[in-house]
């Protein structure tokens, strides 16, 4: 099992910048990706990004890319997602995944751990 807590979210205006966190623990070990989705009001939840384990390969929707910067720091069990020149279409609930022993491309369809989410809103 993988306990997932969210932090740092919040509201700001259009062209700002906010870093959200995801505290992980239970199982902690090598082979767990992560992730991050996002569901804004009336829409389905959407695939943001992703890493892997040792964070050497990301991947993102290319409505982020160029934005947003996913990150790990291991020895914490932490992940971060930097999001820059926010657009009030990121405004959504921000949720954390975690994939165990999944590809990237695994994690973006279908985690196996969520967390209870932190709201991102963007003023315009």
């Known amino acids: 099992q993988v306990q997932l807590v969210e932090s740092g979210g919040g509201l700001v205006q259009a062209g700002g910048s906010l870093r959200l966190s995801c505290a992980s623990s239970?199982?902690?070990?090598?082979?767990?990706?992560m992730g991050w989705f996002r569901q804004a009001p009336g829409k389905e939840r959407e695939f943001v990004a992703a890493?892997?384990?040792?964070?050497?390969?990301?991947s993102y929707a290319d409505s982020v890319k160029g934005r947003f910067t996913i990150s790990r720091d291991n020895a914490k069990n932490t992940v971060y997602l930097q999001m820059n020149s926010l657009k009030p279409e990121d405004t959504a609930i921000y949720y954390c995944?975690?994939?165990?022993?999944?590809?990237?491309?695994?994690?973006?369809?279908?985690?196996?751990?969520w967390g209870q989410g932190t709201q991102v809103t963007v003023s315009s």
């Open positions: 890493i892997s384990w040792i964070g050497g390969s990301t």
């Open positions: 239970g199982r902690t070990s090598s082979g767990v990706a």
């Open positions: 995944t975690a994939g165990v022993r999944r590809t990237l491309a695994t994690l973006s369809r279908a985690p196996d751990y």
